[in-house]
């Protein structure tokens, strides 16, 4: 996606947070917003246009909460909590009581506790797209393909402890964004305040994110791709990336 945003002609740039260093145990949401993305993105030519996917959406709101950026957009960004199945935020809360503990001695969650989580809401769809895989070609496209997007999937950096715990305690069982209690230096996070341009890219078929769970911009957009595959799957150029090029040349990004 982004290089076909640089294609375009966007002056376009891509947050890797990196890993977490033992120092950064207690580096929570907040922190990751005020002590890495602000600075960052000061130290950009211009204040840019912010982008989040996922979670990143949350934070780019966050960030936006704490200074003047010309617009933001946010793509199968969770914020209003209450609105996830309840089975899944049980589910979650039990994965999250299991890894706290381990987590908390080592100072990060690793990844394979946000990916059984995610594997644990749609066991069917996981068991079924390994059962896909097992019959295509190999060295084919689709068996490259595959892969790519799964290595992309697995291959995140695991959460401070502290971003963690802000995630699963605060966010998912208590859902302070989604009551408007998110605070970041005393400064509540309210997206309907936010005095630029805003988006939301939601999708009804986002089984990680349900579309009911996106944040209240001043524009919504509704796909039917999957959370992952929204953003790297097939229809993806036509159905998200060419519009939101639309949008941002159209917002002067």
């Known amino acids: 996606m982004l290089r076909h945003m640089a294609a375009a002609g966007h002056d ?16 929570g949401l907040d922190g990751h917003v005020t002590e890495r993305l602000l600075p960052l993105l000061a130290a950009l030519p211009r204040p840019p246009i912010l982008v989040g996917y996922c979670l990143g959406g949350s934070l780019a709101l966050g960030a936006a909460t704490m200074g003047a950026f010309p617009a933001v957009a946010t793509i199968a960004a969770p914020w209003r909590f209450d609105a996830f199945p309840a089975a899944d935020l049980d589910l979650i809360g039990s994965l999250w009581n299991g890894a706290r503990a381990m987590s908390e001695r080592i100072g990060y969650v690793p ?14 769809r996981t068991i079924g797209k390994y059962a896909a895989f ?22 995140g950096a695991p959460l ?19 009551r408007g209690q998110w605070r970041i230096d005393a400064r509540t996070v309210d997206p309907t305040a936010l005095d630029c341009p805003t988006l939301s890219i939601v999708s009804t078929s986002d089984r990680i994110v349900p ?10 957009r509704s796909l039917s791709l999957g959370h992952v595959g929204m953003v790297v799957g097939g229809r993806a150029r036509e159905t998200l990336w060419e519009p939101l090029s639309h949008w941002l040349f159209s917002h002067g990004g």
């Open 160 to 178: 401070t402890f502290a971003a963690g715990r802000d995630l699963f305690d605060h966010f998912y069982a208590g859902n302070v964004s989604g």
């Open 134 to 155: 097992a019959d295509m070609e190999a060295g084919s496209d689709a068996e490259r393909a595959f892969l790519a997007v799964e290595d992309w999937a697995n291959g």
């Open 12 to 27: 376009a740039h891509l947050v890797d947070w990196g890993p977490p260093m033992p120092h950064d145990a207690r580096l």
């Open 211 to 220: 579309a009911a769970a996106g944040p209240r911009l001043r524009e919504e």
């Open 111 to 124: 990844m394979e506790v946000l990916q059984s989580g995610f594997w644990a809401m749609d066991p069917a």
